[in-house]
């Protein structure tokens, strides 16, 4: 059986998809599991029909209509919690784009295989995937995926008409989203609270993206420094160092200006750091050989790649820090 069927088996059994649900039916296609996952809810949902209150659903938008802003937010949700309360590692996940643009929707599977594996999923009492030694390669029904979808969002617009349309089924698999939400539907945002949301993401962001940068310093960089020559940790870190000063600086004026009425002096901050922000360049010209090397000494040096495997235990990052992008570049800025 492919991979994704076997998924769709284990979000049925999980109580996150009802057995009647489209992808089920014959002649469906991955797409349509994909589509059904795409904004995250149902992905929030799982964690916590797996373990009750892992996430909480107030902080969950429950109906995103594709918005890419909340669709993120909840699929970062999902991933933040599967690392927290489930163990994965970070090398288990699939990235949030990976998921809402569908460029990797192998991976997103991967993660929820991972995820089913897991002592919390596994007491629960339902059956891991995979399971067959025989189970069939689908790898090559992922490419071109994200054609797919696009051409299918409009007809799936409201994916969840299968589940509440299930009298009994639906509102037992709902259920605890229904409890999490009492009273009438929330108005629409106004522009006010747009505004307030992305100015909070944009906060949000730079703090966690601050943080990794000092996570680096504090878990690689500096106790690599007692195994590796200066030249190396020159290379491997670039100018890590530098990108870190700027950021925390940028972090705290951008916080004292959000905390003023209107956060109305905010653009000066950016337009104030445009120019020291230019020290990307030299990072981002240099990160693929940085990562080229480091790689050619943790294959030399067997005391260097243990340093590595120890130091990864407290900071969760992925590819170490290679794969983060810079300021700015962020695909919900240019969206």
């Not at 995250?40 to 109906?63: F, M, S």
């Amino acid at each position: 059986m492919e991979l994704w069927r076997q998924c769709t088996h284990w979000l049925i059994q999980c109580r996150v998809l009802p057995p009647s649900h489209r992808v089920t039916w014959d002649g469906a296609q991955v797409c349509e599991l994909a589509q059904a996952l795409r904004d995250g809810v149902l992905l929030c949902q799982l964690l916590n029909n797996l373990l009750p209150h892992a996430i909480n659903l107030r902080e969950v938008n429950l109906r995103p209509q594709m918005s890419q802003f909340l669709c993120l937010k909840n699929i970062r949700t999902f991933l933040s919690t599967c690392c927290e309360k489930f163990g994965l590692k970070r090398s288990e996940l699939f990235e949030a784009f990976d998921l809402f643009d569908v460029q990797d929707f192998g991976k997103v599977i991967y993660t929820l295989s991972a995820l089913s594996w897991t002592p919390i999923a596994q007491n629960k009492g339902i059956m891991p995937f995979p399971t067959e030694e025989d189970t069939v390669g689908d790898e090559d029904i992922y490419s071109g995926l994200s054609d797919q979808i696009d051409d299918t969002v409009e007809e799936d617009e409201d994916l969840y008409d299968c589940v509440d349309n299930e009298e009994t089924e639906g509102d037992e698999i709902y259920e605890d989203l229904m409890r999490s939400e009492p009273g009438p539907t929330p108005p629409k945002m106004t522009e006010y609270d747009k505004r307030c949301c992305c100015l909070r993401e944009i906060q949000q962001t730079e703090d966690k993206y601050t943080d990794t940068l000092g996570s680096i310093q504090q878990h690689f960089l500096k106790p690599l420094q007692r195994f590796l020559k200066p030249q190396d940790i020159e290379i491997i870190f670039v100018n890590i160092e530098d990108l870190l000063r700027v950021h925390t600086h940028f972090l705290k004026e951008m916080k004292e200006a959000l905390a003023a009425p209107g956060a109305s002096t905010l653009y000066q901050i950016f337009i104030k750091y445009k120019e020291r922000f230019l020290i990307y360049g030299r990072y981002c010209s240099q990160v693929e050989s940085a990562s080229k090397h480091l790689d050619h000494v943790a294959t030399a040096r067997e005391d260097v790649q243990m340093k590595l495997e120890v130091q990864a235990g407290p900071l969760v990052v992925g590819r170490f820090f290679h794969s983060f992008p810079g300021p700015g570049s962020s695909r919900e800025e240019s969206g």
